[in-house]
Nanobody
Framework: QVQLVESGGGLVQPGGSLRLSCAAS????????MGWYRQAPGKQREFVAG???????NYQVSVKGRFTMSRDNAKNSVYLQMNSLKPEDTAVYYC??????????????WGQGTQVTVSS
């Protein structure tokens, strides 16, 4: 079965950095696009970043230039490097799998989430 397991969340000061990881299993990882979403308390889950099977990326406007998503098909993993973190980046971050090789539609599988807290 498909499994997505996130790691790397934690508490960081404003301006700091964190790197999230997501290990995927149960399918041919290189065939599918992947995404990172986040959900802050009292808010809806929102798209943060996506990467196609070929490695092309796109980002939410508020994180562009600060966050970088990448994938390593040999390790069946995706990553989210988050720099210049702001308090408004505080949320639970979810790894997700898209149904196709492109970042379109809604994901069909989700990880359990990892908490990121940006606070002094």
């Amino acid at each position: 079965q498909v499994q997505l397991v996130e790691s790397g969340g934690g508490l960081v000061q404003p301006g700091g950095s964190l790197r999230l990881s997501c290990a995927a299993s149960g399918y041919i990882f290189s065939d599918k696009a992947m995404g990172w979403y986040r959900q802050a308390p009292g808010k809806q889950r929102e798209f943060v970043a996506g990467i196609t099977s070929g490695g092309s990326t796109n980002y939410q406007v508020s994180v562009k230039g600060r966050f970088t998503m990448s994938r390593d098909n040999a390790k069946n993993s995706v990553y989210l490097q988050m720099n210049s973190l702001k308090p408004e980046d505080t949320a639970v971050y979810y790894c997700s799998r898209f149904r196709a090789s492109a970042v379109i539609g809604t994901p069909d599988y989700w990880g359990q989430g990892t908490q990121v807290t940006v606070s002094s």
